[in-house]
């Protein structure tokens, strides 16, 4: 059985860090797509970073470019979100989802993806 658990999550200062885990069980993920995806209280679930699976490609949403920092480690069989400089508007409950192909730039679409976390907050405040 798939199964993806989330945690890292809390609260942090406006400028802190948090680093976010997905740990894995169920399959091996160097052979899948992972996502992180985010939903903030009244908006929907959007796109933050995918990485992808054998070849580690990297994709990153623009409001969080040369912030966040998506990573895996495979023999943890975990992908990382490494994120810095959190604003506020970052505050969120994420999300780790698994994709069995690779899409590309099509990867922000949550639809493609099979499989999902439970979810950790993350909330940016002072």
């Known amino acids: 059985q798939v199964q993806l658990v989330e945690s890292g999550g809390g609260l942090v200062q406006p400028g802190g860090s948090l680093r976010l885990s997905c740990a894995a069980s169920?399959?091996?993920?160097?052979?899948?797509?992972i996502g992180w995806f985010r939903q903030a209280p009244g908006k929907e679930r959007e796109g933050v970073s995918c990485?992808?699976?054998?070849?580690?490609?990297?994709y990153y949403a623009d409001s969080v470019k040369g912030r966040f920092t998506i990573s895996r480690d495979k023999p943890k069989n975990t992908v990382y979100l490494q994120m810095n400089n959190l604003k506020p508007e970052d505050t969120a409950v994420y999300y780790c989802?698994?994709?069995?192909?690779?899409?590309?730039?099509?990867?922000?679409?949550?639809?493609?993806?099979?499989?999902w976390g439970q979810g950790t907050q993350v909330t940016v405040s002072s």
């Open positions: 169920g399959f091996t993920l160097p052979y899948y797509a």
């Open positions: 989802a698994a994709a069995a192909y690779w899409y590309g730039s099509s990867w922000s679409k949550e639809q493609l993806y099979e499989d």
């Open positions: 990485i992808s699976g054998s070849d580690t490609r990297t």
